[in-house]
């Protein structure tokens, strides 16, 4: 047990639509990361948030945004969803801004249908 | 796109030492070498990292060449829950994100 929890661990739901997916962090961590993990593009990294501010950006859609609160959980919102955002998304947290390990969660698979 | 190379599947039997190489020829010298793992669809795990000392923890031992150009993950005393995606990613170590290649995936066998 990493000590990151993401809710919920399955979520489906029809094309157009829009779902919200929940990380809470590894106590004391202030760094949440956001990564997809789909069939034929792998783990990729979508966005990072330290102490509430966004501090790095990947591969992430303009239809997909995240958050993170003051009591450090993070939301990642995907919205007008399509057949290909069917994926396993990561959270994953660490105690820095930079570096060192990161910690993930157990995952929420995405079916779009 | 990652900096690394790994074999796509190795096979190791239960009780013996799993060596799992990893090439990153273009690696740069703040750079570090950090290997996750991910045992079926679960969250990728930590496993160990370094710079150009050999490491080793509770899990695993890193060999780093020389060179820098090479790595090798020793799992000593592999199990079966030792079958698993193992992920070799080089890596400022004050950047954010990690960037995954394909792996390799390890079969323990009995």
């Known amino acids: 047990d990493s000590g990151v929890t993401q809710t919920p661990k399955h979520l489906i739901t029809a094309t157009g639509q829009r779902v919200t997916l929940r990380c809470s962090p590894r106590?004391?961590?202030?760094?949440v990361y956001w990564y997809q993990q789909s069939l034929d593009q792998g783990l990729q990294f979508l966005i990072q948030y330290y102490n509430g501010e966004e501090r790095a950006k990947g591969n992430i859609l303009e239809r997909f945004s995240a958050q993170q609160f003051p009591d450090l959980h993070s939301e990642l919102n995907l919205s007008s969803l399509e057949l290909g955002d069917s994926a396993l998304y990561f959270c994953?947290?660490?105690?820095?801004?930079?570096?060192?390990?990161?910690?993930f969660g157990p995952g929420t698979r995405l079916t779009v249908t | 796109d990652a900096k690394t190379t790994q074999p796509p599947s190795m096979d190791c039997a239960e009780g013996r030492a799993a060596n799992l190489p990893c090439n990153h020829s273009?690696?740069?010298?703040?750079?570090?070498v950090y290997w996750y793992r991910q045992i079926h669809s679960q969250g990728p795990q930590y496993i160990i990292h370094g710079l150009k000392n050999n490491e080793t923890n509770e899990m695993a031992s890193l060999i780093i060449t020389e060179d820098r150009k090479s790595s090798t993950l020793i799992l000593p005393h592999a199990t079966l829950r030792d079958t698993a995606v193992y992920y070799c990613?080089?890596?400022?170590?004050?950047?954010?994100?990690?960037?995954f290649g394909t792996g390799t995936r390890l079969q323990v066998f009995p």
């Open positions: 273009t690696i740069s010298g703040n750079e570090y």
């Open positions: 994953a947290s660490s105690a820095q801004a930079g570096g060192g390990e990161q910690y």
């Open positions: 106590s004391g961590d202030l760094s």
């Open positions: 990613i080089v890596r400022l170590h004050n950047t954010d994100k990690l960037i």
